[in-house]
């Protein structure tokens, strides 16, 4: 099924929007991890670091904690970095959880495709190329070439460019290549990677 790609990269609060959009759309997806970002400065600063290099489109939950989030990254990122993707309330419960919400409303992830095909669309969004199959950009088996997964040292060598470009040091591999997505183009992170 083809995807949306988008220049923006994809603000969500956890783990299980992030695969349900993943699904949807050939862009980096990027998670809060919740409320964890009102501590986490470095994911603070991968968001700003993103949100300057490519601009973000924010996709929280329609509950009050999905509004709070929303609001705190309002604040610590230029409104002009930022587009809102809002789902519309639908009333429900996701099929993974045994029971609905507090609030009883449907999150990112219980949301049907065409549903926040029209959200992300409704946003204001930059679509480039309007549908693609591919996301271009660096893929796992980029990173396994880089030796930056499947090799004895993957994990250090991760940790010191992490490190080296004021990234999070505990993403993991997925993340780190989300993150690399959001800031470099192919070309630009092998120039970056043959200094290595």
Sequence with gaps: MNKLELKEAVI???????????????TPVIE???????KDKEK????RQIAEKR????????????FVIRNFLRGIVPESSIKHAYIP??????????????????????IDRDLLLQAIRSSGA???????STGGGITKSDFYDY???GHEDSAIFRKRILKDLGLPEYLTANAMLSAINCLFIKE?????????
């Design 32 to 38: 809060t991890g919740g409320f964890r970002v009102f």
């Design 12 to 26: 969500v609060e956890g783990r299980y929007d992030k695969i349900k959009l993943s699904e949807v759309i050939a």
């Design 89 to 110: 309330t639908v009333a429900g419960k996701e099929s993974r959880k045994a029971e609905p919400s507090k609030e009883g409303k449907l999150g990112v992830e219980g």
């Design 55 to 66: 601009g973000i489109l924010i996709m929280t939950d329609v509950d009050s904690a999905g």
């Design 126 to 132: 930059t679509v480039l190329g309007e549908e693609t």
């Design 44 to 47: 603070q600063a991968l968001i």
């Design 188 to 196: 630009e992170f092998e120039k970056y990677i043959k200094q290595y």
């Design 147 to 149: 030796g930056l997964s």
